[in-house]
């Protein structure tokens, strides 16, 4: 089964950026579709993003304007760019694939941690 690593977090300022990266053991283009998810503390996991082929990018409607999710299939990777981060965006950042239009999202990385912070 193909694993997922997630990359790239850490502690950004206000307004800052941050590119997380997530690498998968084996191929992704067989995937319906690759999402990123987070997970603040004392709350709920949202989906954040998720795209299904490089021309197809879908966003959590208060980020797209700040996000950007990219996928490259040759490198099996799948990328979330953020911009002017903001202390609401704290989360652990999960990275996710799902097989098919129907089927729940059944791959997940271990997560990275960002945090937006003064």
């Known amino acids: 089964q193909v694993q997922l690593v997630e990359s790239g977090g850490g502690l950004v300022q206000p307004g800052g950026s941050l590119r997380l990266a997530c690498v998968a053991s084996?191929?992704?283009?067989?995937?319906?579709?690759m999402g990123w998810f987070r997970q603040a503390p004392g709350k709920e996991r949202e989906w954040v993003a998720a795209?299904?082929?490089?021309?197809?990018?879908n966003y959590r409607n208060s980020l797209k304007d700040r996000f950007t999710i990219l996928r490259d299939n040759a490198k099996n990777t799948v990328l979330l760019e953020m911009n002017n981060l903001r202390p609401e965006d704290t989360a652990v950042y999960y990275c996710?694939?799902?097989?098919?239009?129907?089927?729940?999202?059944?791959?997940w990385g271990q997560g990275t941690q960002v945090t937006v912070s003064s």
């Open positions: 996710a694939a799902k097989a098919t239009p129907t089927s729940p999202y059944e791959i």
């Open positions: 084996g191929s992704i283009s067989h995937f319906y579709a």
């Open positions: 795209i299904r082929d490089s021309r197809d990018p």
